[in-house]
């Protein structure tokens, strides 16, 4: 299985600061001819299910906010969130789907500091 | 909007087999496009993907987990179900019935909102 290991397993980031939250794959999960990356990232509040918000590594799903992008290649992921919201306080799941069984991180919390 | 809904018993004893069942709305289960999935959350923990199962009983399952689940669809109801025998305390999960954003090698699009199993006498 492709192990995902993401880091920190939590951060505290003032309103409006940037949060930045890694994810590393035990191998590649990049489909070179197609040029993409399988790597979905997803955000998990409180009692709820996960939401999709990323994508191909990069491409922000519909209705996503443009605050929220992802970044990387092969096996090094970044999510971004360039200024953080009180709404965006969630868990973060990175995923590959580029081998089966699918598997995601550990998952990441934000929280407000 | 697809929206997707669990029903099944909340609370399994030991040894025995969890059955859930997942209802599609606003959406066909056999559509050519889609893989439909199981994944399940022990509480406070990681995401753990179940298995997918096509509108024409194709199927992938997790290898850790392949000997003791069973996945079906039923395209006259649109539903398809889920089937984990022999369960542990280490079953015990929130378990989500989601929907593929297309083929199997494609993220999860739509969740639905995931009940609480638990296994204990």
């Known amino acids: 299985d492709i192990v995902m290991t993401q880091s920190p397993d939590s951060l505290a980031v003032s309103l409006g600061e940037r949060a930045t939250i890694n994810c590393k794959s035990s191998q590649s999960v990049a489909y070179t001819p197609q040029n993409k990356n399988y790597l979905a990232w997803y955000q998990q509040k409180p009692g709820q299910p996960p939401k999709l918000l990323i994508y191909w590594a990069s491409t922000r799903e519909s209705g996503v906010p443009d605050r929220f992008s992802g970044s990387g290649s092969e096996t090094d992921f970044t999510l971004t969130i360039s200024s953080l919201q009180a709404e965006d306080v969630a868990v973060y799941h990175c995923q590959q789907y580029y081998r089966t069984p699918p598997t995601f991180g550990q998952g990441t919390k934000v929280e407000i500091k | 909007q697809v929206q997707l809904q669990e029903s099944g018993p909340g609370l399994v004893k030991p040894l025995e087999t969890l059955s859930l069942t997942c209802t599609v709305s606003?959406?066909?289960?056999?559509?050519?496009?889609?893989?439909w999935a199981w994944i399940r959350q022990p509480p406070g923990k990681g995401l753990e993907w179940i298995g997918s199962i096509y509108y024409n009983e194709g199927t992938y399952y997790n290898p850790s987990l392949k000997s003791r689940v069973t996945m079906s669809v039923d395209t006259s109801k649109n539903q398809f179900s889920l089937s984990l025998k022999s369960v542990t305390a280490a079953d015990t999960a929130i378990y989500y019935c989601a929907r593929h954003r297309s083929g199997f090698f494609s993220p999860i699009e739509y969740w639905g909102q995931g009940p609480l199993v638990t296994v204990s006498s």
């Open positions: 606003g959406g066909t289960i056999d559509s050519s496009t889609y893989y």
